[in-house]
């Protein structure tokens, strides 16, 4: 029984511009003028060789090639891709054996930033070689015989397939991808729309998004086309300057439900997924890029830049940044208001319960000291960015009361060491209560949402408040929930 019969690929859809990420782009333009600077140390260079071992060591593991211990891979990722860093035990397979297979996917990559440097077309004989590294130390794979038999046969490296290689869903249902005698007219057709895409100013998440779905669709190699499909994506990235596709393993199921989504037509789950992989490699960035860039530079360079940023500060030539501040503003009057709301119907239902219990909302008074600052911090710190609360620092409160007291925050600030004009609104939830000895004591901060919200000083009000009230929804709905569970 077929579940998703092979089709010949698709088009864009008339409607891609829909897909398309404002904020992102606006990431884009202040990252563009902050690794121009980079680019003057070897600051850029050190942030891309992690990412690029973080990209080598996740994409196999998306594919079940190996497994690796999320410690060992943090480590992996900052001293390199080394057997000496493997203990015994870390990994399913031989260390002797995983090691070949990290560094064949590294050179890949690295073979992409090369293939984007020399300006190439995109083109079926570069997805050969790409697929002849990708493969080099794997033999065999698995296939379907004439018979309809599971067999294993010779991987052809870098050859279109020679045996349907469609695989059996645990329901038993079989996903049909093109036939082997059609890949290479499918292939050849893939890639005269991409260069015209390439002509038509197609964003680079809408444009990843395509190319990496439909290359999947035809999954023209024996094995290793998930890999080779990472890798298209992050060519486009790779392209428009962003950076690789990291698609981690905590995101496997969200990617392939985005990806069987996509064969009923649907691109956005896709697009909104790659959309949030960059976002979260901007905002690291932003946030590291000065300290890599400090830690290159002589003592005299760093006294200097230090005077300089105090000399900026001062001068306010960041005027046009600080536009950002008066949408901050609105941003945190709109949240109040909802809050209120929500305060005033808890409060209704609370005091029917208890006369002393109640709800309320408010919010920080202007150049206020940062009440939370330390909940912040810690909250910046798992989702893996800088929190800047020097340059504008604001927060709006849902106070709850009953037998102890929850506190729903959300949190506005500026993100990266040096302020580019770009904030965030962090979410969660700590709990405040008394011991037995009257102490207080807080449990918590816990967050409310796996992103912050992020708006650029170079985006359209109107856009970033229309974003910001489906954020909030979400967030809210959470934090209630999360709230009602510890009654």
Not at 411 to 427: D, K, P, R, T, Y
């Amino acid at each position: 029984m077929t579940s998703q019969r092979w089709q010949p690929i698709e088009d864009l859809p008339e409607s891609w511009r829909e897909l398309a990420s404002t904020e992102l782009a606006s990431l884009a333009s202040i990252w563009t003028e902050q690794a121009d600077r980079m680019r003057q140390s070897d600051a850029l260079k050190q942030f891309n060789e992690r990412l690029r071992r973080e990209w080598a060591i996740e994409t196999g593991i998306i594919e079940n090639l190996y497994t690796i211990d999320r410690g060992i891979t943090l480590l992996l990722i900052e001293k390199g891709i080394e057997a000496s860093l493997i203990p015994h035990g870390a990994t399913d397979k031989p260390v002797e054996l995983v090691i070949p297979i990290l560094k064949d996917q590294e050179e890949a990559l690295e073979g992409l930033f090369g293939f984007v440097a020399h300006r190439r077309a995109l083109s079926t004989s570069y997805l050969k070689q790409l697929h002849q590294v990708f493969t080099r130390h794997q033999e065999t794979v698995a296939a379907v015989n004439g018979m309809g038999r599971s067999t294993e046969v010779p991987l052809l490296r870098g050859e279109w397939k020679k045996w349907p290689n469609n695989p059996l869903r645990p329901d038993g249902t079989i996903y049909e991808y093109c036939p082997p005698e059609h890949v290479a007219a499918e292939m050849d057709r893939l890639m005269e729309m991409h260069a015209r895409h390439m002509g038509e100013s197609i964003p680079p998440e809408v444009e990843a998004a395509w190319l990496h779905h439909r290359f999947t669709q035809i999954h023209p190699f024996q094995d290793g086309n998930g890999r080779i499909a990472r890798a298209l994506a992050s060519l486009i990235f790779l392209r428009a300057g962003w950076f690789p596709l990291v698609v981690h393993r905590d995101m496997r199921e969200e990617y392939i439900r985005a990806l069987e989504v996509g064969d009923q037509g649907d691109l956005r789950p896709l697009t909104t997924l790659f959309t949030r992989i960059q976002k979260k490699a901007f905002l690291t960035a932003f946030s590291i890029s000065e300290n890599v860039l400090r830690d290159q530079e002589p003592f005299r360079q760093v006294i200097t830049a230090a005077a300089d940023r105090l000399r900026a500060r001062a001068q306010m030539r960041i005027q046009e940044r600080q536009k950002v501040f008066d949408v901050s503003r609105h941003l945190e009057e709109a949240a109040q208001t909802r809050l209120k709301e929500i305060a005033n119907a808890l409060s209704s239902e609370l005091r029917q319960i208890n006369f002393q219990y109640s709800a309320t909302a408010d919010r920080s008074a202007p150049d206020s000291d940062h009440w939370f600052k330390k909940q912040i911090v810690d909250i910046a710190r798992q989702l893996d960015y800088y929190a800047d609360t020097r340059s504008y620092r604001a927060w709006v409160r849902l106070k709850i009361r009953e037998e102890r007291q929850a506190e729903l925050v959300l949190s506005f600030h500026s993100l990266g060491v040096e302020f580019l004009g770009i904030m965030v609104v962090s979410a969660f939830i700590e709990y405040r209560d008394r011991n037995e000895d009257g102490e207080s004591t807080l449990e918590g901060p816990y967050p409310l949402h796996k992103d912050v919200f992020q708006f650029s000083y170079n985006e359209h009000e109107d856009s970033v408040t229309k974003r910001f009230q489906q954020w909030l929804n979400d967030v809210l709905l959470v934090g209630l929930d999360q709230w009602r569970r510890q009654l």
